[in-house]
């Protein structure tokens, strides 16, 4: 499966901001995906996950609250809702799927290019 994501950009602290991932070439309902994030000089974080049909999800501690995972089966798209944001969001974006059953923060397989958030205060 190929992932692509889009939606980043500059914004302010307390600002909204929407990513999405559109996939491509496999079953997209047959894929748990999800969110990673990577700072510069940090490793990359677990941001969220969603199950297949979008009936579960999951969320690191930092976004728990703030962002919400959602999954659209018809369009082969994930999105990331991001509210509130802070400076210390400030990171490249990544898309992330495994073919398989659901469990939360399971390793990913695939992955796409990441797009950048900047939270500026």
């Known amino acids: 499966v190929q992932l692509q994501a889009s939606g980043g950009g500059l914004v302010q602290a307390g600002d909204s901001l929407r990513l999405s991932c559109a996939a491509s070439g496999d079953t997209f309902n047959l894929y748990v995906m999800g969110w990673f994030r990577q700072a510069p000089g940090k490793e990359r974080e677990f941001v969220a996950d969603i199950s297949l049909s979008g009936g579960n999800s999951n969320y690191g501690d930092s976004v728990k609250g703030r962002f919400t995972i959602s999954r659209d089966n018809a369009k082969n798209t994930v999105s990331l809702q991001m509210n509130s944001l802070k400076p210390e969001d400030t990171a490249v974006y990544y898309c992330?799927?495994?073919?398989?059953?659901?469990?939360?923060?399971?390793?990913?397989?695939?992955w796409g290019k990441g797009t950048q958030v900047t939270v500026s205060s």
């Open positions: 992330a799927a495994r073919y398989g059953s659901y469990y939360p923060r399971s390793p990913m397989k695939y």
